[in-house]
């Protein structure tokens, strides 16, 4: 269990992460999902005590990371597949992590054979691929078999035998009891791995909810009508509280109100439907529209968004959403 | 978590990696060739100098000159022990395995002042050696390993070398960069070497307080008037070494990694 409390890191002028607080429970996995630049990298290197942070804490089990008395046996994390010194052979590398820890040779072996790179603990990780520093550096996490595991964007850069590689394991690691954090700045990634999310825009906490809660309360359902009576029926919507907007040709894009009711209203007064049809919003929508505006370079209007602009960015992305 | 644990973790970073041990070799490798050409000097020195200057003679001081120079190899190898962290990006990796930094820091430098103290009497021993041979190849007075004094300013290169292995390492921690911390400690090292271009008064307060000049005083085998006794000078490089490594231990457990 990882308890973070109004984490805040400034740095100069720069507000990396703003009053950060969440829970990653055990037996889960989480997502942490934002775009670039939205703090997630910073929380995990306070969780770990690499950074200070200006005010708050990140806890584990109750206890700073620094004041754990063998880490490694209970916090297992990759934040920078490529941190490893180039000439220093992979089994070293992990020999020299596990010592530090009291933790023996037979670990390291073991480790190289989950992580399948067995056969390479004698060579240079100088030459090796992207996928086999991943791995590398996920044997490293898991040298001291935590309960607590920390992936900064594992499957980063890696092809799609490694992303699946990567899918299976944190769900068995999640599915054996353990804490399981996960960044990703793909919500399609999150969506096929994660149990529950954590959502950052601008260091701030922007959603905390279950994967399918999230799809819900972030994406609101879009009605698709086509009916010769568009007119009357949108008046007799907009009457119900319906939001009503012309799609192309004889289409109604209606929102605010279920399917269902929009089919009762026609009904009640005779007026003839072509097609119904509810619209969910993909994940991929949900999530833009929830951190639509937070991304620290967005491609369009680049200044940086006071959180009440933020707002009215997501508000105004909701509609044109719904327009599509 | 011991301290022992984190001495072996340190130990295997420390031999695995090229670098530091190339230097180390280079180390080795310099102070038997400056050895030889400081012999060759002096002894060219002594057959044109007056009487008065053949007098004041003394073939020891010829004989550990190259530790000084090769004392530059010797912090690098410290500087590098850190600095190799930093530019590979393992340095946050080593932090999350060892959150105490000061324990982490305390394992980087003692493994790095066994080492160097170590490797320290064999080069004095190399350059002892061969600059006297030099010398006496040329019929100019030499000293030998049995002559009194001797043994123990071979001895005494241990704690040079090893102080300023650790030099090294409190730079390295300091600067975090390979190229900026062992320029800078290269410079600072050979200052005493250049006093002359300094006030007289200031040169003379460099030669003798300056640590690397201090500490050197080690490889005096007859301390004449000039200069601090041996074990005061070394004192001196000591206390330095001690107050870097001190504010280089503050600055890593402040500092974001």
């Keep these: ?324 | 978590m011991t301290a022992y644990d984190v001495l072996r973790s340190e130990w295997g970073k420390f031999h695995s990696i090229r670098a530091t041990l190339g230097c180390l070799a280079g180390a080795l490798a310099a102070t038997a060739a400056y050895g030889y050409l400081f012999g060759l000097a002096d002894a060219r020195r002594y057959l044109a100098g007056s009487a008065a200057d053949r007098a004041a003679f003394d073939p020891t001081d010829t004989g550990f000159r190259a530790l000084v120079l090769a004392g530059v190899l010797v912090s690098a190898v410290g500087v590098l022990a850190v600095t190799s962290e930093y530019a590979s990006g393992t340095m946050p990796v080593s932090v999350a395995a060892v959150p105490r930094r000061g324990l982490l820091l305390g394992g980087k430098a003692a493994v790095v002042a066994v080492v160097t103290l170590v490797a320290g009497p064999p080069m004095a021993l190399v350059s002892f050696t061969l600059s006297q041979l030099s010398l006496a190849a040329r019929n100019v007075p030499s000293a030998g390993l049995g002559d009194p004094g001797v043994l123990g300013a071979v001895a005494g290169a241990g704690l040079f070398t090893g102080l300023v292995g650790l030099y090294g390492v409190a730079l390295g921690f300091l600067l975090r960069r390979s190229a900026g911390a062992v320029s800078l400690g290269t410079f600072l090292l050979i200052l005493p070497g250049m006093a002359s271009l300094f006030p007289d008064a200031m040169a003379e307060w460099i030669v003798v307080w300056w640590p690397s000049a201090a500490g050197a005083r080690v490889f005096a085998v007859h301390p004449g008037s000039g200069g601090l006794a041996p074990l005061v000078g070394i004192g001196v490089l000591a206390a330095t070494v001690l107050a870097l490594l001190c504010v280089a231990a503050a600055v890593f457990r402040a500092r974001d990694v």
């Design chain 1, 1 to 324: 269990m990882i308890e973070i409390r109004g984490l805040t890191k400034r740095y100069g002028d720069v507000t990396a992460v703003d009053g950060l607080s969440f829970d990653v429970r055990p037996g889960v996995v989480t997502g942490f999902l934002g775009p670039n630049g939205a703090g997630k990298t910073s929380t995990m290197r306070m969780i770990l005590g690499l950074d200070r942070p200006t005010s708050g804490s990140a806890t584990i089990g109750g206890r700073r990371y620094a004041d754990l008395p063998t880490p490694l046996r209970e916090v297992g994390a990759l934040l920078d597949a490529h941190a490893v010194h180039p000439y220093r052979s992979a089994g070293k590398h992990l020999l020299a992590l596990a010592r530090g820890n009291g933790i023996g040779r037979r670990r390291v072996d073991e480790v190289l054979g989950l992580v399948g790179l067995a056969d390479v603990a004698g060579r240079r990780p100088g030459g090796f691929s992207l996928g086999m520093k991943q791995r590398l550096g996920i044997a490293a996490a898991l040298l001291g078999d935590p309960g607590v595991v920390l992936l900064d964007e594992p499957v980063n850069g890696l092809d799609p035998e490694g992303i699946r590689w990567i899918r299976s394991l944190t769900r068995d690691l999640a599915s054996e009891g353990r804490t399981v954090l996960l960044s990703s700045h793909l919500m399609s990634e999150m969506a096929l791995t994660a149990d529950h999310l954590v959502v950052v825009g601008r260091g701030r906490l922007l959603a905390d909810t279950g994967l399918d809660a999230f799809v819900r309360s972030a994406a609101r359902e879009t009605v698709v009508v086509r009916t010769p009576g568009a007119r009357p029926l949108a008046a007799l919507l907009e009457e119900a509280g319906a939001t009503v907007r012309p799609g192309a040709g004889d289409e109604l894009l209606v929102t605010g109100v279920s399917g269902a009711t929009v089919g009762d209203v026609a009904g009640a007064h005779g007026i003839v439907l072509h097609e119904l049809t509810p619209q969910r919003a993909s994940l991929e929508e949900a999530y833009l529209e929830l951190t639509g505006g937070s991304a620290d370079f967005a491609s369009a209007g680049a200044r940086p968004a006071t959180p009440a602009e933020t707002q009215a960015t997501t508000a105004s992305m909701t509609t044109s959403g719904a327009a599509r």
